[in-house]
C-alpha cells in the first residue's frame, strides 16, 4: 500500500501535512513517497493563485492552520514570512534528498526553520545551516541542487503532477486519484487502503 | 450551543453541508441557524473566483464532491449545471424561508433540484415548482422574495459575513470564529461546544 504525497516547501498548509502525514501513514501501513514538486509552476500556467491579492482569504489561511495545528499538536507560534523560496532552491534540495532518501528529515527541518525560527529554507545561509544540522555536506548538497539530474527529477515529478490534475500543495495521489488538501489526508490513507492493487 | 450557517445556493461544496450539517448538528445538541447570503458579492469584491477559468481545478471539485458524497452516504450523480441562480432568486427565496422558519427544508429541496433534477432552482419555473412542492405559494413566495424586506435581509447578512471575513461558502460562524468549507463542520461543531459562552 503506498501514497504519493506531492508537495512543495512554500505551501502553508503542507506544513501540517509535513509534520503528521509519515506518522499516520506509518498508523495505516501505508508507505508514504515524498515527491516535491513546483506547484508554483503549476499555479501560474493555471491562473490559480490562492492568497496573492487575497487579504481575507489569507488572514482566514493563518488562523485556520493555527487551529488545525493546536488539533493535531503542531507547534504554531504566529504566521512565518510569506511567501519564501524564490528560487525554489529549498524544493531542489527536497528533490535532492527524495533521490538519496532523507527526504523526510529534510523537509520537517526545513519547515520547522520556516515556521518556528521564521526563516526562509530558500535562503542559501538558513539552507547550509539546515543541511549542517542534518549531518550532511551544505556545499556538496548545494552543488547537487544545481544539477541537471536534480533539475530534471523536479521537472520530471511536476510534469507528472500537471498530468495528475494536480493544482495545489498537498496532494497525495494513488494511481489516478488525487486528494488535495491537508484535510484529505484521512480520505488519501483509506483510498489507499481500500485500493491496495492500484 | 448555536453555529451560524452561511451558505449560498449555487455554490457547489455547499450541497454537502445543506444535505448533513442539520442531522450533524442535532446530533451534537448544537442549534444551526441558516443565513443565506450573497457569497458571488464577496468573491467578486475580493477577487477571488474558485473555478471560474479554472478547469483542471473544477474537475478536481466535482471528483471530490463525488467522493465526499459517496463517503457521507449524499446522492450524487455526474456534475450539474454550473453557475446558476443568475439573479440570485433563490437565494433571496431561501432569506424569506429563514425569515419565516422553513429555510433548511428549501435549501435541501433547491439542492436536490440542482444536483439530482439538474434543473436550477433559480430559473422562476423550476423555483415554482420546488415552492408548490413543499406547499408554499409559489406567487406569494416570489413577490415577498422582490419586497424590500428579504433583500434588506439579504444584503444585511452579506455585510455581516463581510465583516466577519467571509470569502466562501459554505461558512460556520461562532462568535467571531469562522470555518470554511464543508470540511470544518466537524471543527465548528466542536468549537460551539468547547465555547458555548461565546
Known amino acids: 500500500m503506498r501514497l504519493e504525497f506531492f508537495f512543495f516547501i512554500g505551501s502553508t498548509y503542507s506544513y501540517l501535512s509535513v509534520s503528521r502525514a509519515a506518522d499516520l501513514a ?17 499555479m501560474r500556467e493555471q491562473n490559480n493563485s490562492p492568497f496573492v491579492g487575497k487579504p481575507v482569504k489569507t488572514r482566514y489561511m493563518w488562523r485556520d492552520i493555527e487551529r488545525r495545528a493546536a488539533r493535531f499538536g503542531i507547534p504554531f507560534d504566529g504566521a512565518p514570512p510569506y511567501p519564501i523560496d524564490p528560487d525554489e532552491l529549498a524544493n531542489r534540495v527536497a528533490t535532492l ?3 538519496e532518501g ?3 528529515r529534510f523537509a520537517q527541518a526545513a519547515y520547522r526553520s520556516w515556521f518556528l525560527d521564521k526563516q526562509d529554507p530558500g535562503q542559501p545561509e538558513t539552507l547550509r545551516s539546515i543541511l549542517a544540522r542534518l549531518g550532511k ?10 544539477t541537471d539530474e536534480v533539475r530534471s527529477e523536479y521537472a520530471s515529478q ?12 498537498p496532494t497525495f495521489v494513488h494511481g489516478s486519484e488525487i486528494f488535495w488538501g491537508d484535510d484529505r489526508l484521512d480520505d488519501a490513507l483509506a483510498w489507499a487502503k481500500a485500493n491496495a492493487a492500484a
Not at 26 to 42: C, D, I, Q
Not at 137 to 146: I, N
Not at 158 to 169: K, M, P
Open 26 to 42: 506509518r498508523a495505516n501501513g501505508v508507505e508514504l513517497v515524498w515527491r516535491p514538486f513546483s506547484v508554483r509552476t503549476l
Open 97 to 99: 534528498a527524495a533521490l
Open 102 to 104: 532523507w527526504c523526510p
Open 137 to 146: 555536506d551544505p556545499d556538496q548538497c548545494l552543488a547537487r541542487a544545481a
Open 158 to 169: 511536476t510534469a507528472r503532477a500537471r498530468d495528475l490534475g494536480v493544482f495545489g500543495s
